[in-house]
């Protein structure tokens, strides 16, 4: 196999690891489990699927892209992809 | 100071801001008017997304909806910030690398056929059309008050503004100004948010103030609880509880995070930055100046809300269980009536407003029409805050809905411009014709949106949100699947962009009209008739999956692309310059 293709398919697997996350943050505990999980409050009178909802999926969007971002400029210098 | 007075200062002073950057940033070649040269750091540039993306529809519009709909509004909070990740991993790095101008361009290339490019500004223009018909809803909105006219001359005026502001200056002047503008309108977004969070909970964070407990409450009740119980008291539904069926929910977030990395002014933003990593972290800068927006527009909404049923129908103090009396309605209230959003009808003749909702037996309810696109500009006069954070909000609002008006109308012209006039049809045509073509395409959009303006097909992040559903319907899927799909051809893109796109169009146009013309619907617009209950925002993604499906079948039974465009999809899956 070659190096390129190597590359390639680190990043596949490191982009589905990453929209998994983001799936569960917004669509399962935002949306599907959200009734179950009203149930628990945090941060004072939050119901924590209404707290996914509205606050908790966007913090974890954000963190989720800066570590995206993070692990595939590792990638890139270890497959030596990276421009100048 | 009067507050009208206050107002036209503050709105003058970030206006004269706004234009001394743009007149100063003025676009010399047709490349700095597209994408200001490719030298914005992306701090910067995801500032100026953010601008660029934070329109009238979150500004304006979305804590209203927030504050009427509760949880089921969670929708636009998760939908358009959610679509950033999939911006940042499956297209922004990609389309960078390639580095054209825009996206029919990548389009047109990608599929080597000049009718995916024609089909791609089609798409674009649909959806981006859409989309400024939000924002002019929107800018009539903020300018009828902020004026105090009617909604239609507000309306006029705003178009006026969009003209003279976006047709001057290209996208540096717009990049530059853009920041200035996410300044102005970030600032005005939470310092009243913080004020009222205060007021109601003593947090100054909003984001923690929407969980905590009333301070003046005697029961010393959490916010929300206390949400909640209002509303159901006057008949209308909880607030923290979900109303709508759950896959219509599910699908209407899923529209617009697809619809989100599928906006072409938005993606266009990141071909502006210097290298592939930036282009990466630049989308994660954008999302950090929206989620500030994102996460304080919740508290905005709840605490909005509150404060009208308080003002309303007080449950503490002197008045506490006594309905407001028309006479002694608050300056607020008269104004917006001025505008004809806001109105009030005694049916039952006792003088006194009763705002309830439907199952409330024991009244009717007399307000007949509260827009919610006036909740985030009416809110901090209805907390009762200082004259000039409420001409602050004003001026918030303006630069929201301008910015992103001008970036779309940017996007708009340069699709027909650069890919429908220079790219195919007069390819010998000279930088000055292609920059005048683009203005006077910009000048067309502008009349068309605002004359759709005056008839929105309902509220401003409503209609925005269809704009993403057909984005999300026919762009998204082509560009995902020209990276990452190698064996989509020609027909197979064109067929999918085409199916995904007119199957959106016709459930919208089915329940909201042809063309958006009222009276014009086949069918009344609410659940009932809604095919499996989806609305017909959310059928965006029913759209895209029915584009991903057409390509790829399509695909697979016509002939494979050829050897260069293999090539040139491996080159654009790898930052560097490929050695082969």
Redesign the interface.
Known sequence: MSEKTEYWRANIRLVMGCLVVWFIVSYVCGIFLAPALNHIRILGGYPLGFWFAQQGSIYAFVVLIFFYAWRMNQLDRKFGVQED | MSLQLMTYLVVGATFALYIFIAVKARAATTGEFYVAGKGVHPVLNGMATGADWMSAASFISMAGL?AFKG?DA?VF??GW??G??LL???LA?YLRKYGKFTVPEFIGDRYYSNIARVVAVICLITASLTYVIGQMKGIGVAFSRFLELPFEMGLLVGMIIVFIYAVLGGMKGVTYTQIAQYCVLIFAYTVPAIFISLQLTGTALP??G????MGGDPNNM????KMDKTLVDLGFGAY???KGS?LN??LY??SLMIGTAGLPHVITRFFTVP???DA??S??WS??FI?IL??TA?AVGAMARLNLMETIHPTTGPNAGQWLKYDERPTWFKNWEKTGLLKFEDKNGDGRIQYVGKANKEFQNEMVKVDRDIMVLANPEIAKLPNWVIALVAAGGIAAALSTAAGLLLAIASSISHDLLKGIIAPNMSDKGELLASRIAMTGAICVAGYFGLHPPGFAAQVVALAFGLAASSIFPALMMGIFVKRVNNIGAVLGMLSGLGITLVYIFWFKGWFFIPGTAMAPNNPAHWFLGISPEAFGAVGALLNFVVAYVISGITPAPPEHIQHLV?DI????V?RR
């Open positions: 927030i949880y969670s909070l998760m910030t959610g950033y990740c940042a991993m499956l790095p984001q923690l929407l969980g905590a407990h959490f916010l929300l609880d923290t509880i979900q759950t929910i599910f977030t899923l290298k592939v990593k990466r972290s989308v994660g999302l950090v989620a994102y996460t919740p491996e899956r790898v930052p560097g490929v």
